[in-house]
Antibody
């Protein structure tokens, strides 16, 4: 059974940092692109960035809104996906999801349960 | 980026009713349109991919149609578990973008 399980959310002050993790199981992790997607309360989901699969060299791309502040990485030995978030702002407050896709542009066929990040003093 | 506009934003409906949710893209997306359901606990599940293909395990009361810029999701007879948020998403062009959502509510 495919599972994605995020962890690491919570309350952080503006300007602070936080790392989210996503534990993947039930599939060949290296075959898939992995995205981070966030959803502010009452709004639509928004892609943050992704990391490519093994065949495409595990390279990353970012939404301009977070480029330079957020970093996505993966540990393929542990089937883990990470999102390092620095210089956090109030507008980064949202529920954060990891999701997998087979290709750059395809259905997000499995999502994690989401983890809440609140940026506030 | 391709903008996705859903309507209505809120849809009151009754059990057993047939409902349709619309999604319009700001440019043609060649049927590269997916639908997702989000439950109140935040769980997101894919329903339909490439306009009309049912994801594995999704009940047949869900169907999708459309072409060009206009797409729709239809639920033929509402069950209690169908009252949720629904989002369309295009994957025709990078970056993938989502519609603003439709809240299907019990009337």
């Amino acid at each position: 059974e495919v599972k994605l399980l995020e962890s690491g959310g919570g309350l952080v002050q503006p300007g602070g940092s936080m790392r989210l993790s996503c534990a993947a199981s039930g599939f060949t992790f290296t075959d898939f692109y992995m995205y981070w997607i966030r959803q502010p309360a009452g709004k639509a989901p928004e892609w943050l960035g992704f990391i490519r699969n093994k065949a495409n060299g595990y390279t990353t791309e970012y939404n301009p809104s977070v480029k330079g502040r957020f970093t996505i990485s993966r540990d393929n030995t542990q089937n883990m996906l990470y999102l390092q978030m620095n210089t956090l702002r109030a507008e980064d407050t949202a529920t954060y999801y990891c999701a997998r896709t087979r290709w750059l542009l395809s259905l997000f066929d499995y999502w994690g349960q989401g983890v809440m990040v609140t940026v506030s003093s | 980026d391709i903008q996705m506009t859903q309507s209505p934003s809120s849809l009151p409906a009754s059990l057993g009713e047939r409902v349709t949710i619309s999604c319009r893209a700001s440019q043609g997306i060649s049927n590269n349109l997916n639908w997702y359901q989000q439950k109140p606990d935040g769980t997101i599940k894919p329903l339909i991919y490439y306009t009309s293909n049912l994801q594995s395990g999704v009940p047949s009361r869900f169907s999708g149609s459309g072409s060009g810029t206009d797409y729709s999701l239809t639920i033929s007879s509402l069950e209690p578990e169908d009252f949720a948020m629904y989002y369309c998403q295009q994957d025709a062009s990078f970056p993938p973008t989502f519609g603003g959502g439709t809240k299907l509510e019990l009337k």
